[in-house]
């Protein structure tokens, strides 16, 4: 076994495995969740999996192709309509650290769902690869994973945070923030299995 494989037995890299897959799980569950218990949850889990991925050990890629990929498109799109339709009007906020700000005079809309939809993908499919069990793969995901919160899913989980503290903690009287969206009958579900 090469000493770069031990990598993925590192205590933290352990640690942030279980945190992506409970971040994961709770995602694929949460279809017809009450917007106050879903965002409740995720304001707690969102800055768990930030610390634990900003604690990852440095790794270096081993293999000479990118591992195998999980989330399609079909999985994506039914999981951020979920979110979506959760949050309700409270899916959109307006982005600052996006670099075309400083080009543009008007705020740009971003949503919570295709945020936290982007991190999911890029996580289940780290999820997926490790569940593998090969370790030269486990190795590629784990660096993958991390270039990738470096440069995309990091910044966007703190922008989704201060969406969602905002949701949680400034949204005084919004009597919508317990209805349960099951109701109507409008409801998606995401499948585990990739078909």
Request: proline content about 3%; some cysteine; glycine content about 4%.
């Amino acid at each position: 076994m090469k000493k770069e494989s031990q990598v993925i037995f590192d205590r933290d890299a352990v640690e942030f495995v279980t945190v992506a897959a409970e971040f994961c799980a709770f995602l694929e569950k949460s279809n017809g969740m009450e917007r106050a218990r879903f965002v409740d949850t995720l304001t707690k889990i969102l800055p768990l999996l930030y610390l634990k991925a900003s604690m990852l050990p440095e790794v270096e890629m081993m293999g000479e192709e990118l591992p195998e990929t999980y989330v399609t498109e079909e999985i994506y799109e039914i999981l951020r309509m979920n979110i979506s339709y959760i949050l309700a009007e409270k899916d959109d906020y307006l982005e600052v650290f996006l670099p075309e700000m400083a080009y543009s005079d008007t705020p740009i809309k971003k949503n919570v769902s295709e945020d936290l939809a982007d991190i999911y993908q890029d996580i289940k499919d780290f999820i997926f690869v490790f569940q593998l069990g090969y370790n030269e793969t486990m190795n590629d995901a784990l660096y993958l994973c991390k270039e990738n919160f470096s440069s995309l899913w990091g910044q966007k989980l703190v922008n989704t945070m201060r969406a969602l503290h905002d949701i949680k903690y400034n949204a005084v009287g919004d009597e919508d923030d317990n209805y349960n969206y099951t109701e109507s009958g409008d409801e998606f579900h995401l499948d585990d299995e990739n078909d």
